[in-house]
């Protein structure tokens, strides 16, 4: 039995339809009633609990029960929004495909000529510890609260002219990865998902007061070969470094291997870099995890490596991985470790495996996105063009839950899943909007 909500926002009164069903309730967010686009770029939660939600045709804040419409006329640079961060002090900050703003006591500031704020298309944003915001685009930027700096490969070395990735260490120092190319929308998205349409990158790292780039004379590799797509701190304090290689293409049709490393550590002073040669499956790597007894784990195009900080182990279809092709990690509270594939799902206790299909669990077999709730329910986003299946499926523990039917789900294929703090879980699905799944319950973790 389907309930209707009238909820007021800014512009129009709507309905929306909510479907009691296996101990929750789902709420459908797309084009038709709230939102200005289905295509949802970000999300975030707020310190005070609103759900900001990013489209490409404008930005939304919801409360729980009204939706503010936020476009140009509002103070947006530009309604197609790619990033969206909060800061320490309560500012939220909404990166555009045309420069930044930022939403403080009810405004949005606005760019003034000559500022040095980015005006390019932001890919990434940050806080360091000490309060300055470090933006990505087209050069890197840092604003002190006061004013803009801008990095550039003139300026201070950076490599290129695209910024995919800004992290800060426990030491206090900024990690920037950095690609020849522009960025495009989507394209961050693409990478932390696998996929690159990047040629050439680079690292460097900033102390605050001076610049490092790796290169061959650091024991580094090519320097300018490598597209980071992912970064750990683990936690002995090494930075591990995760390349998605252009010559993918050739690693993946043919036995064809790369000569430079595909995954680098770095302990403070030396790299120590790792590739076909000495300790991976392939020089293709997705995802880089640390389990709770502190064990690396590395997911490629032709299955998981283990670290244990000695020697390297190896898991492939060969033993009881469900497929080679990684798309997701992922340990939960308990100490198993979930690993996504483009064939489904293995769950790996540290002893034996399970592996989950369409035909034992999954909605669908290619495995987008891993996520642990409050109450220790695993929810698996899945779904791609051109296959068949698609959805999300929720392990409680004992038993599989699949929803994909039009009252649960807007869309198939399940990009990303978050949740908020009252314990709502969030689903992104492409090109279609937003589900909202409302357990009943809210009974949380005692551990958390």
Sequence with gaps: MKKKTLYLTVIAMFFVCGNNIAQGTWTNYCQKDVLLSNRVQTMMEDSKGNMWIGTDEGLHKFDGKNWDTFRQKEGLPDEYVTVLMEDSKGAVWVGTVNGITRYINGEFTKQVKKDGSPREMISCLMEDSQGTIWVGSNYLYSFDGGAWTRYTEKSCGIYGVGIILIKEDNQHNIWVASVEEKVHPGEIAALQMGASYFRHGAIAKFDGSEWQHFNKDDNFPDAKRCVFGSYLEDSKGNIWLGAINYSRAATLVTNIK???????????????????????????????????????????????????????????????????????????????????????????????????????????????????????????????????????????????????????????????????????????????GISKYTPETTSLRSDL
Excluded: C, P
């Excluded at 640390?290 to 060969?318: A, L, M, P």
């Design 258 to 432: 790369i000569n430079y490393g595909s995954l680098m550590k770095y302990d403070g002073e030396n790299w120590t870099y790792y590739s076909h040669k000495n300790g991976l499956n392939d020089d293709f790597v997705i995802r880089v995890i640390e389990d709770s007894k502190g064990n690396i784990w590395v997911g490629t195009h032709r299955g998981i490596n283990i670290y244990d900080g000695k020697s390297w182990k190896s898991y492939t279809q060969d033993d009881q991985l469900i497929d080679n092709w990684i798309t997701a990690l992922k340990e939960d509270s308990k100490g198993n470790i979930w690993i996504g594939t483009i064939k489904g799902l293995s769950v790996f206790d540290g002893k034996s495996w399970v592996n989950y299909t369409q035909e034992n669990g999954l909605a669908g077999n290619i495995v987008n996105t891993i996520h642990e709730d409050q109450n220790g329910n695993i929810w698996i986003g899945t779904g791609a063009y051109l296959n068949k299946g698609g959805g999300v499926s929720k392990f409680d523990g004992e038993k599989w839950t699949i929803y994909t039917n039009e009252d649960e789900l807007v869309g198939k294929i399940i990009t990303r899943i978050k949740e908020d703090s009252k314990g709502n879980i969030w689903i992104i699905s492409l090109k279609r």
